[in-house]
Nanobody, 126 residues
Framework: QVELVESGGGLVQTGGSLKLSCAAS????????MGWFRQAPEKERELVAA???????????YYADSVKDRFIISRDHTKATVYLQMNNLNTEDSGVYYC????????????????WGQGTQVTVSS
């Protein structure tokens, strides 16, 4: 099983930026889909961004509507690391961010991933 370790969370003011990192160890390769879920208090856990490999298209990205044009997901294969650059943050972005991975393509459901990180807290103050 793949082990995922997140870092980079913290406290930031509205309008600020944070960059999350997720280092993967274990049997991963570029065919693995990796992404970030967010769990906010009293809200459902949602997939905010993911990167996956499609053989005839190459790497593709997914963003939830709530983070489009503000978040950027990227992947460094040499380091088996995925990043989430979060810009123009607002209080709605607060929550615990979990890195996920699965063999194969992206899925929207938490349970369809094979590996999950411990989570990193992001708090955006007004």
């Amino acid at each position: 099983q793949v082990e995922l370790v997140e870092s980079g969370g913290g406290l930031v003011q509205t309008g600020g930026s944070l960059k999350l990192s997720c280092a993967a160890s274990g049997p991963t390769d570029s065919s693995y889909a990796m992404g970030w879920f967010r769990q906010a208090p009293e809200k459902e856990r949602e997939l905010v961004a993911a990167v996956s490999w499609i053989s005839w298209r190459g790497f593709t990205t997914y963003y939830a509507d709530s983070v489009k044009d503000r978040f950027i997901i990227s992947r460094d294969h040499t380091k088996a690391t995925v990043y989430l650059q979060m810009n123009n943050l607002n209080t709605e972005d607060s929550g615990v961010y979990y890195c996920v991975a699965r063999a194969g393509g992206r899925r929207l459901n938490w349970s369809e991933y094979d590996s999950w990180g411990q989570g990193t807290q992001v708090t955006v103050s007004s």
